[in-house]
DNA sequence: TAGATTGTTAATCGATTAACAATC
DNA sequence: TAGATTGTTAATCGATTAACAATC
């Protein structure tokens, strides 16, 4: 038994790894399995047991010598780590088809995210209806995500809107944003951005191919 | 000047960074700016000016001291190192609400990429026509992809089918898949994946909220 | 020439892994 | 108890950065 590990800083690249456990232990329990060791989770996921051992070791003692990991407890921890126990509300910035698609995507939910508000600066699409929730104008960003107390956007807009859009997301309280203009984005220390292109990363593998 | 680096093995991370490079160049290029220093690009990227500089030292030498680098010039070297100076014929994988958002996509053509077939198990959506595509059936995969030579696929569809998707694919002659699928792929070591799943984006970033 | 910036080296920093005592 | 597997340490591996000679 060690004392709890409160100040130690986790690297950033160790929570990345988290919902990937997560998504996994999602899998299993689905499954019915009820008890798994870092070797049969390491092997599914393609990585090392060891750096699973290290990675939870940053949280926590979540296993039992010989026996491994209780599949629901260790799911009801890492959802703990993550800040999963809530649903989070989020603010989708953009619906053209990328938007569309976000917003009819059913992954979110059932995972802790719920998109709650949609904007857009298109006069012809403000104040039509996707899955229920009226598109708003983009003037009205500040005001309804404050509103809304919310915390988390993606942005699906073109890459020559992203960094104004970004900058309004700020100031409206945004402190965490997904990114899927092909641009990088400048923002304050506190908030935090992640980036989804596809052109990046089919680029990546061309270096591969012949 | 120093021999030709063609034995040393580049390291993947190095890689991934390219396109990141390129995105900033194509932009600059279209900005009018003739040459930029590695500290100037460094910080368009948020990264350090070493690290561009030590990156793209493993291909050769392409800037000029006291100078930098010329915009165009780098551009078309990166090019020529992804092998970006074909354009790529991409298969697709499922046509719902993300495939469709895909097709639409106009930033694939510029960047070397042109989806050219796509797939869907679902009779109500075979044979109708997306953005000029008529959606083939599943079952046709192999040989289509087989006619075209296509190396590169995209995959939209539920997790629940993406790994017999991956199998045909690469039964089929695919080396590279960027998987939209929430689920970790198992593939051969030839072949290359790249994931995107905004669920585990926006997971990694809960982390940081309170 | 003087100033600026590259390409490269070596040091530093950080992440992964092998190994094993602890223990279920 | 015997076997299995964790949690942790220390070694290894790899990536980033600081610094500067070379040189445009």
Redesign the interface.
């Known amino acids: 038994m060690m004392p709890p590990k409160n100040k130690i800083e986790v690297p950033d690249i160790v ?2 790894r ?3 456990y ?3 232990l999602n ?1 299993l329990a689905e499954e019915g399995v009820e008890t798994i060791s870092s070797a049969e989770l390491a092997q ?3 990585i090392s047991s060891a750096q699973i051992r290290k990675d939870l070791s940053f949280f926590g003692e979540f296993g039992k010598q010989g026996t491994g990991y209780n599949v629901e407890f260790l799911r009801k921890k890492i959802k703990e ?4 126990t809530r649903i ?1 509300d ?1 603010a989708l910035v953009g619906a ?3 938007g ?3 917003v ?2 059913g ?2 939910l059932g ?3 719920r998109i709650s508000l949609v904007f857009d600066n298109n006069p012809q699409k403000i104040g039509q209806e996707i899955a229920g929730l009226i598109i708003q104008p983009a003037s009205r960003m500040k005001e309804l995500i404050r509103q809304h107390g919310i ?2 956007a ?1 942005i699906a807009v073109p890459a020559s809107a992203a960094q104004k859009v970004t900058d309004e997301l700020v100031a409206a309280g945004v ?2 944003i ?1 990114n899927y203009a ?3 984005l ?1 923002v304050p220390p506190d908030v ?1 951005v ?1 980036y ?15």
């Open positions: 929570v990345s988290l919902p990937l997560l998504r996994a899998f599914r996921l393609g780590i993550l800040n999963l989070w989020v053209g088809d990328l569309h698609a976000l009819h995507y992954g979110f995972q802790g995210f915390q988390i993606i402190r965490a997904l092909p641009i990088t400048k935090h992640q989804i292109d596809p052109v990046t990363r089919l680029q990546h593998m061309t270096y591969y191919l012949k």
